[in-house]
């Protein structure tokens, strides 16, 4: 069904394209060895002042080209301007020399700086079917470069795959650059890293609100783990659970009603959900072993969570309501760190093997289990909201660091660029 | 069955500490050397330390003890001059299994030894037990083990009779280590429940 809509937006798009593109909807969702990959030129967008910035210009093509790579869809490269005896107008776009060198797609650009403001427009060509395929406009500050940039990606895979892409998002962590353990925000991509926390005490797990405005986060900072919120755009950290003990492993429901944690405030660590505000815990676990991490499934119906009941840590899922609870991670002795995908279908976890740990991902019935990562030791796995990438923390040779990848594991990229370690990250909504 | 065994138990290391009283003065003050030369243990492997203390060898452990206790008071100057105001030694650390809570024998004899203190205390002494872990597993699952660490050694102080107002936890998981590094060695010593006053 969802299928169906997109080759309709698709065609409502661009029915021209149709023929020559079809086949490569498929590899969008496959990604299956083969399927030629399109291939997409970046042309450095052309300066519409009298004093262009080279370095801005090719900041932009490049992020665009960075961002389609990752994607796996889309085979990107940044190139220079055509030479010409005049400079080319969007407007006036010639075809033939990106089809002779082998290109599907096009992204011309052009930008004009004036102070600190920026205006930059891109356009989307289909280079076989010499038509434009989308334009945007946008207007801000030099600051804004890179995310007009991830913005007009976003669009690209729009058009491509009849899903918007997840450039513009954001990842959360904890780093321990500052000396402690604080919450940090940076660009999905790693750029712009913000510390959103500076308590001095030690902060972990953060998880976005589903408007990807505000986080939930455990802090020591009055001592006990508690735990709070805070919106992205003040300071006020607000405290949602400060019981006796543990208040760990905040997850926000899917339609953000309420809240499911860890709390040990009666005896033993169990699994319970909370209004938003923190108030009326409901305990959906009784079980004298350790119960924490409890990911919702996209529809809130269900909640799965790690359980070391049957000795070792496993995965169960449950539903929402603490019934009908069922051991989904089979293989391997020590699995954690479970997050539902948003389309519902799998489960990312992290599970111990030799020294370390490695990132799966398993259907959400237990079949598929299938390993994603080999190299050091990977954990804390959260899906993108659009379900194409997985985040996650990995050690590789230097300190922890926040790595992306495609869902099935190609594509490993280091992304965070702080130093220190940084753990734990979360992916924001669209 | 089982909590007879331990009743048992208390009674009998109550009624060693009564009897030792001088014994157990002695053990306290033999830590004061101890953490002088324990600087340069921490620096180099300790193996052979580290298996005998998975035994019961009460001096092995002491130095474990020692160094931890030294680590300890590189990066908690306030625990330091707490212990100083409250004229004691330090309460030594005790140590568990990977992914347990259980107490082995070498940690009961050492919760023996910190009831005995607490018991002996003139001023109404209050401690905050911090349950930590070594750097494996899932840092979230491993608060939960944190604390059953740190629960697990105040069960022990009560069943050995400190009273239970005296007494409070914390879990740290595997956010406080008290050595750094990922041998096997560096990692026992991170496994533990450390003793802390509560002021």
Redesign the interface.
């Known amino acids: 069904m969802r299928k169906t809509f997109y080759i309709l937006l698709f065609l409502v798009a661009f029915p021209a394209a149709l023929p020559a593109l079809a086949g490569n909807i498929e590899a969008v969702e496959v990604t299956a060895p083969g399927n030629r990959q399109l291939k997409l030129a970046v042309e450095t967008p052309r300066s519409l002042n009298t004093s262009p910035n080279a370095t801005s210009a090719r900041e932009m093509s490049a992020v665009i080209a960075f961002d389609m790579n990752m994607s796996g869809t889309i085979s990107a490269e940044t190139r220079e301007q055509l030479p010409a005896a005049t400079p080319v107008p969007l407007a006036g776009t010639s075809y033939l020399p990106w089809s002779t060198a082998g290109f599907d797609l096009l992204v011309r650009g052009e930008y004009s700086i004036t102070g600190d403001n920026l205006t930059v427009e891109f356009r989307l060509f289909d280079v076989l079917n010499q038509k434009m395929m989308t334009s945007k406009r946008y207007l801000g500050k030099i600051k804004d470069l890179r995310y007009f940039a991830h913005s007009f990606a976003d669009e690209i895979m729009l058009f491509v795959t009849g899903e918007k892409g997840c450039f513009t998002t954001h990842v959360a962590y904890v780093s321990n650059q500052s000396g402690n ?1 604080e919450i940090v925000i940076m660009n999905w991509d790693g750029y712009n890293q913000l510390q959103l926390t500076r308590n001095g005490s ?1 902060n ?2 953060p998880d976005f609100s589903p408007d990807g405005r505000e986080l939930l986060f455990t802090s ?1 900072k009055r ?3 508690d735990l709070y919120k805070r919106a992205l755009s003040n300071t006020v950290e607000v405290p949602v659970s400060n019981r006796k ?2 208040n ?2 905040g997850s926000w429901s899917p339609d953000s009603s309420k809240i499911a944690l ?1 709390l ?1 405030k009666d005896g033993n ?1 169990e699994i319970y959900t909370l209004a938003k505000d923190g108030s009326r815990p409901v305990r959906l676990t009784v079980n004298s072993a ?4 409890p990911a919702w499934s996209p529809d809130g119906a269900r909640i799965a969570f ?1 359980s ?1 009941r049957l000795g ?2 496993q995965i169960f899922i449950m539903n929402a309501d603490g019934g009908n609870v069922r051991r989904l991670t089979t293989a391997g002795s ?1 699995n ?2 479970p997050r539902w995908s948003p389309k519902g279908d799998k489960i990312a976890y ?1 599970r ?1 093997s030799g ?1 370390g ?1 490695q990132i799966f991902t398993i259907n959400s019935d237990g079949t598929g289990d299938t390993q994603l990562t080999s190299a050091g030791s990977s ?2 796995p959260a899906w993108s909201p659009d379900g194409r990438f997985i985040t996650f923390s990995s050690k590789r040779g230097g300190a922890e660091a926040i790595y992306v990848m495609r869902s099935d594991g190609s594509g490993q990229t280091r992304v965070s660029q702080g130093k220190g370690k940084t ?2 990250p979360a992916w924001s909504s669209h | 069955m089982r909590l007879r065994m331990t009743a048992l138990l208390a009674a009998l290391s109550m009624t060693a500490l009564i009897a030792g009283g001088c014994a157990n003065k002695e053990a306290v003050k033999t830590e004061e050397p101890a953490v002088a030369t324990v600087k340069s243990d921490t620096t180099k492997p300790i193996k052979q330390t580290y298996d005998k203390a998975e035994g019961s060898d009460a001096s092995a452990q002491k130095q474990i003890a020692a160094a931890d206790s030294s680590a300890n008071a590189a990066n908690d100057q306030s625990g330091q001059s707490d212990r100083a105001v409250a004229g004691v030694a330090a309460f030594e650390t005790v140590y568990f299994d990977f ?1 347990k809570s259980d107490l082995r024998q070498d940690a009961r004899d050492i919760l023996s030894k910190n009831a005995g203190i607490m018991m002996k205390s003139k001023t109404a002494l209050k401690l905050k037990i911090e349950g930590h872990c070594d750097e ?6 491993n ?3 944190g ?2 660490r740190a629960k697990s050694a105040m069960q022990y102080l009560i069943t050995l009779g400190v009273q239970p107002d005296r007494l409070s936890f ?3 998981g595997k ?2 280590p008290a050595v750094p590094g ?1 041998t096997e060695e560096a990692m026992a010593k991170n496994r533990r429940a450390e003793f802390m006053i509560d002021k």
Do not use: C, H, W
């Open positions: 353990k030690i972990l797990n020591y001592g006990n783990p003990g543990l760990i492993t860890t040990s660590s350790i119960e924490v991490s790690v070391d070792k840590p020590y954690v760190n992290a111990m020294g740990f954990e804390n753990t734990q | 992914d494996r597993g899932s840092a979230e699952y608060l939960a083990l604390e059953r914390i879990s740290y956010e406080k990922s």
